[in-house]
């Protein structure tokens, strides 16, 4: 009941979220990108994309943090919310341009943003949940989050790449493509849901002040 009475603000996170899980899991297919658009080979290729992930991962989710932080100290009561949004869309113009990059050397310049943002998306976006549920369901509702955002970005990352590599445009050199596809049309439909959630987003966040002033 909650959930349904409240379905703009939830509908916008659950599915501008899971932009940023689908675009995340369909980097499965990125040492394969390396491999047969660069040239390089699958291990070197994993090590580029590992290293990245391992060092701006975690930096992006300390950042994202602390700038929901500071934001809300100045009194913006949606401040998750915010840094998710705004991370979601400067993350955006890298992971479109990385498909497309003319050698590898590029591609891991531009991978980095990409992690970073994607981090900080990731982890403002379960504070920005969190922060409007009644700690009473809390753990439910960060449950039911968990598992719609993890489902859709496997269901549709990894397999959207390969199929439309497979079926669409019917080459294995053009991989690259289909993860910029993917990455463009989940990421349009991401920007448009998470602007729309921007006014439900204020009122649950203000409603939910209360609660946390008592």
Do not use: C
């Amino acid at each position: 009941q909650f959930l349904r009475t409240r379905w703009r603000t939830f509908g916008a996170l659950f599915l501008g979220n899971s932009v940023v899980t689908t675009v995340g899991y369909s980097y499965f297919w990125l040492p394969t990108v390396f491999q047969r658009t660069w040239g390089i080979e699958a291990a070197q290729a994993g090590i580029y994309y590992g290293g990245v992930l391992a060092i701006f991962g975690p930096v992006g989710v300390v950042s994202g943090a602390k700038l929901s932080e500071r934001l809300y100290q100045r009194g913006r009561h949606d401040a998750p919310y915010t840094i998710f949004m705004v991370s979601v869309i400067g993350t955006l113009p890298f992971a479109i341009a990385l498909p497309l990059a003319a050698n590898a050397t590029l591609a891991v310049v531009l991978l980095i943003p990409t992690i970073f943002g994607l981090a900080v998306a990731s982890a403002t976006s379960s504070a920005a949940m969190v922060h409007i549920a009644p700690a009473e369901f809390r753990a439910q509702l960060s449950a039911i989050y968990l598992l719609v955002i993890s489902l859709i970005g496997l269901f549709v990352g990894p397999p959207s790449v390969a199929m439309l590599t497979d079926y669409v445009f019917r080459d294995e050199m053009m991989i690259r493509y289909s993860l910029l596809t993917v990455t463009i049309g989940i990421g349009t439909l991401g920007v448009v849901v998470l602007l729309s959630g921007i006014r439900p987003y204020l009122k649950s966040s203000q409603e939910a002040e209360g609660w946390h002033t008592r």
